[in-house]
């Protein structure tokens, strides 16, 4: 069994864990590694553990997954919807609950290794469906913030710090009246009514939410 984690600390937990199951871990790397690190004593499975956090980090680990193609069970901290979805596209055989009891884990481990499907076909077209909507919506936000002009991206990055129009006004030197064109052009570029529904359009453009 091979295991890749976000965190050592994770890594070193986990091993512990298996080998008192009586599961040989041959191999240990982070979710950055290159994948041929995780392919040492020929394992016929692999466990990643992974919190999906921000979108650089889900793209690591679904290259990674993509990489090891062995078949493979996820433990994630993300809830169920398109991040899972993004885990089962790039091969994982399974994806858990980061709180799923030991016993669970192992026989998922086990299953994996001996081919047998984790996930319902339903299952995986409705998580996989998911992550497809995830993914194109940070695409279509994508091309939306790169039309921003640099004082309107300013302006949103502020606004999600939570500053307020008369704050941002101050730190440039400019009219309130100013910041609110630059608002409204915000929000318009975004497709919404409010500041509150543009910072969270903008939030998940910097962070994904299943």
């Keep these: 069994m091979a295991v890749s984690a976000d965190e050592t600390m994770t890594l070193d937990a986990v091993r512990v864990a298996l080998g008192e199951r009586g599961i040989a871990v041959t191999a240990t790397a982070a979710t ?6 995780l392919l040492r004593g020929d394992p016929a499975a692999w466990l990643v553990v ?6 650089p980090q889900v793209d690591r680990v679904q290259a990674l997954v993509r990489g090891v193609r062995l078949p493979g069970v996820a433990l994630t901290t993300a809830p169920r919807g398109g991040l899972w979805g993004a885990l089962i596209e790039a091969g994982a055989v399974e994806v858990l609950p980061a709180d799923t009891d030991s016993d669970t884990i192992e026989g998922s481990l086990r299953d994996a290794a001996e081919g047998r499907p984790g996930h319902s076909p339903a299952e995986v077209e409705g998580l ?11 695409e279509r936000m994508r091309r939306v913030v790169a039309s921003l002009t640099v004082r309107e991206h300013e302006v949103i990055e502020l606004l999600y710090d939570g500053a307020t129009v008369a704050e941002i006004a101050a730190r440039f030197g400019v009219a309130q009246t100013t910041v609110r064109t630059q608002v409204k052009s915000i929000l318009r570029k975004f497709g919404v009514g409010s500041q509150l529904a543009a910072v969270a359009a903008y939030d998940r453009y910097l962070f994904p939410r299943s």
């Design 128 to 138: 996989v469906a998911q992550w497809h909507m995830m993914r194109d919506g940070r």
């Design 32 to 37: 950055d590694a290159d994948p041929a690190d």
């Design 50 to 55: 992974t919190d999906l956090d921000d979108w």
